[in-house]
């Protein structure tokens, strides 16, 4: 597994599963949108946390500087 996410990458995708579990804590989104917004949440912090996205592969996307 090659990474292929660059270091802004990673900061936008943490700072949205920040955002998303702030309106999940305040009670801005409940029931199936939580859900599916939890379950977005928590692969984009795997894929932060591991430095691949998997759908950049067919479209040949890189971030990472080289």
């Not at 939580?34 to 984009?44: K, R």
């Not at 894929?47 to 996307?61: A, D, E, K, R, V």
């Amino acid at each position: 597994m090659k990474k292929n996410m660059g270091s802004l990458d990673k900061s936008i995708r943490i700072l949205l599963v920040v955002a998303i579990g702030v309106l999940y804590y305040t009670k801005v989104i409940d029931g199936t949108l939580a859900l599916v917004l939890g379950a977005f949440a928590v692969i984009l912090l795997l894929t932060s946390l591991i430095s691949f996205c998997p759908l950049y592969l067919p479209f040949g996307i890189n971030t990472k500087r080289k």
